[in-house]
């Protein structure tokens, strides 16, 4: 990326800092739900390690019904999780895209009137109306894609080493440094 195109990306920002605390919450919630989607299979294997392979299923009821209430409780709380981010990420997006439109109006007023005669109305109103939209949309989902991508790869390869730690050394070696 250029150092004009990194200039440009960073303008955006002073649409979201106001609503940082909203963006925070939606991050955070994107991080919980992330984390619980990748213990969940951990709870799976050991419902089918601990009971369904067991000599006498029966007797690890109490297992069984933890694990299932466990994986409802996990269930029940990414639902939840993913209606707050939801809503918070909706604010976020709306004030900060309206932020813009807003700014992008005023210049557009300032504008000759000669250019308003030099470009037809069906050019000039998706450039409002649909731009920021996008430009906002890249710039919200850009940061946490990064930071929950990130995430995943450390949470799998702790998996990996908890269960595995010669497996996690093997797939450590493309990324050492020669």
Known sequence: MKNSSLKELLHFRKYVIPYWLF????????IIQTALGLVQPL????????VFNAVNPRDHVDIFLRI???LLAIRVLLTILGVINTVFSTRVITAATNALEFD??????????????NHAPG??????YDDPQVIINFYLSFIPQIILSILRIIIVFC???YHLWWASLIALLPVLPI
Do not use: C
């Open 43 to 50: 709870f799976y294997r050991q419902l089918i390690d601990d």
């Open 123 to 128: 050019e000039i109103f998706p450039r409002l």
């Open 104 to 117: 992008i109006l005023k210049k557009l007023h300032a504008v000759p009137m000669r250019y308003h005669d």
């Open 68 to 70: 299932v209430g466990i």
């Open 159 to 161: 998996i990996i080493l």
């Open 23 to 30: 963006y925070g919450f939606s991050i955070t919630t994107l």
